[in-house]
């Protein structure tokens, strides 16, 4: 069974750090196309950092664009979020997301592109 579990989401003050962590097991994904999404109650999971198939070019959403950086890991820990300067904006579930295609750059945001989901972990940025 393929399995995604993120961990690393906390409580933090405006201003401060997260990294999280994908797990997998069941199959690798090294040198698969991996995201990050993040959703709030009653919103639309939102695009947040992908990483390409391959030799990992990476994508940020404009909101996070400068403070968030996704990382290819290895086998085990496929894909890393580094969270800096954090916001109350970014306040939500962060979930991790892989497949085994090829998606092209347009497709990185859509939901649909992606077949492997985790069960996300909570970020709460709050003074």
């Known amino acids: 069974q393929v399995q995604l579990v993120e961990s690393g989401g906390g409580l933090v003050h405006p201003g401060g750090s997260l990294r999280l962590s994908c797990a997998a097991s069941?199959?690798?994904?090294?040198?698969?196309?991996m995201a990050w999404f993040r959703q709030t109650p009653g919103k639309e999971r939102e695009f947040v950092a992908g990483?390409?198939?391959?030799?990992?070019?990476?994508y940020a959403a404009g909101p996070v664009k400068g403070r968030f950086t996704v990382s290819r890991g290895n086998d085990k820990n496929p894909a890393y979020l580094q969270m800096n300067n954090l916001k109350p904006e970014d306040t939500a579930v962060y979930y991790c997301?892989?497949?085994?295609?090829?998606?092209?750059?347009?497709?990185?945001?859509?939901?649909?592109?992606?077949?492997?989901w985790g069960q996300g972990t909570q970020v709460t940025v709050s003074s």
């Open positions: 990483l390409k198939r391959g030799m990992g070019t990476t």
């Open positions: 069941g199959r690798s994904f090294t040198n698969s196309a």
């Open positions: 997301a892989a497949t085994s295609g090829s998606p092209i750059v347009s497709s990185l945001g859509l939901a649909s592109t992606w077949e492997y």
